[in-house]
């Protein structure tokens, strides 16, 4: 690996007098000038960090796409060299990276994007500057998708094109998904899922596949995009961490936050027209005109002739024809010469709108009195809700909690009941929730190397003897406070319980065992 942050005299065990045997040290670099490295002169801003603070989790068991990774990063600026008055290259947007190292490895904590930089005022007094920085979910978060129509592609697949149309990860790891989807996309700027005026996200995009398929979506410290499927935890035996009444800080309750015994997931089967249908239309009231040399485009979303209000998607959509699509004339009420020829119009074409670009290549100023966009047309018609529920544990708990998943690309209804079927197994007893587990790095080599080394999704052991904890979990959140010039390292760990229900798994499972529901 690069050595970036080479240095790294921040945090040095010689320096800071550390109780373990090996050195430990902290680097963080910026790319300042935007050019995709990060071994400029003044890229390097290990020198000056005072402490670090990193947040990356999901906000609870059940979402499938993490939140927005945090790292804020506190900086010596005596000499004013990140206050952006005064350093015009300081600029949000750009690319940071955040190091480990220990016992002579290096491996990244976090790697995201500056979203502000806020130096402190006065030439007196602390004079230091707060980097804010968040990672590529903050990209995927805020993006508008723009996708041709996506037929029979696996999930990650989907994820992968979704992601590639937004930036340009420095890698990736995506299971090969369980799943392929008939269709995808022609949701993702529909009304009926998004609200009316709102645009599709890239992060919503990938929160509908993965609620699809039950996978999750993340950001690795590296900055890698990850997609795990729904088999990856229950396939993974792996320990990576045991904490045995070792961890200085750890929250445990059993309430009902994560109790459902009703499940409802809903479906959304398409049908093809089978022949072509007009999908967009220029209102008849409104004629624009296009003048000599110039260039007008028109988004177009597709939406059902039948009843305007319902928004489609468009197979194999057709060029515009002339005549057929479009037609020009130098006057508004269709009258007088037909200019039509002097006109170009191309239409680039997505999963559920086209923006046309209609162009004047004549001498005269036209009113386009014609444009249209045909294709076959694709459908949801009342997509059904597959229903899994038990009722002893409505009585044993005395309510009947709810829980409704949205598949919007699952078409299979045997899917759908698989999925709430196997939900239920998960939820329909409260289990323990476990959080805010907590050690210092530092106390151990052991220690500082599970610091080092763990990662959300890594299967970890927690024993508690007060609270009677004892099981395996999967990391579901991790976070890391460095502070006191790298002296004081906390990792903080929010997990899920790694054995939450009893699920047959071929050559895993023993036939006369306690696994009784199948994973699907």
Known sequence: MPRYGSTFKYGTAEKYGATTPASVAYGA????????????????????VISIDIHRSFADPIARTATVGRCTLIL??????YSPELAPNKLPRREVR?????????????????????????????????????????????????????????????????TGNIYTPPGTAYDVDLDTFPFAAD????????????????????????????????IRADGYPVFETRHHRLLDPTVKATLSDTMSELNYQKGTNLLYNEIKVTVYPRT????????????????????????????????????????????????????????????????????????????????NHAEIAVTNNGTTVGYVTKLQIRGLAIRMYAPPTLLASSGL????????????????????????????NFLLGLYKVPPGEVGGVMFHARRSATFLTYARDLEISDRITLAEAQTG?????????????????????????????????NFFMLDVS???????????
């Not at 508008?144 to 029979?152: H, K, R």
């Not at 010039?485 to 229900?501: M, S």
């Not at 023993?510 to 699907?520: S, V, W």
């Open 272 to 351: 093809v027209g089978t022949t072509n249908e007009v999908l967009w239309a220029q209102e008849t009231g409104s004629i624009p005109s296009v003048n000599a040399g110039a260039t007008s485009i028109f988004s177009a979303s597709f939406r059902d002739p039948n009843n305007l209000d319902i928004e489609l998607g468009g197979k194999n959509v057709v060029a515009p024809v002339i005549t057929t699509d479009y037609m020009m004339n130098v006057a508004a009420d269709g009258s007088g010469a037909d200019l039509s020829a002097d006109f170009t119009v191309v239409a680039t074409v997505y999963a």
């Open 393 to 420: 544990s409505q009585t044993r708990y005395k309510s009947k909690r709810t829980l409704p998943i949205d598949s919007i690309l699952q078409s299979n209804v045997n899917v759908g009941q698989q999925l709430a």
């Open 29 to 48: 670099v910026v790319d300042w000038n935007n050019d995709g490295d990060f071994i400029d002169a003044d890229e390097d801003i290990s020198p000056d």
């Open 187 to 218: 949701t993702w700027t529909d009304d009926i899922v998004y609200g009316a005026g709102k645009q599709a996200r890239a992060l919503s995009a990938i929160r509908d596949v993965c609620t699809s398929d039950w996978g999750i979506f993340w």
């Open 469 to 501: 904890v004892g099981a395996d979990y999967f990391i579901n959140a991790i976070g890391h406070k460095i502070s006191d010039g790298g002296k004081r390292h906390e990792v903080q760990l929010d997990v899920v319980n790694a054995v939450l229900g």
């Open 76 to 81: 010596k600026n005596d000499d004013k060299a």
């Open 98 to 162: 955040v190091f480990m190292n220990y016992n002579g490895l290096t491996v990244e904590k976090f790697r995201g994007f500056i979203d502000s930089l806020e130096p402190d005022a006065g030439t007196k007094g602390s004079r230091r500057v707060r980097l804010e920085c968040m990672d590529a979910i903050a990209l995927l978060q805020d993006a508008e998708i723009l996708l041709a129509l996506q037929e029979n592609k696996r999930g990650d697949q989907l994820i992968s094109s979704i």
């Open 510 to 520: 023993q036939l006369d065992g306690t696994d009784t529901l199948a994973a699907f």
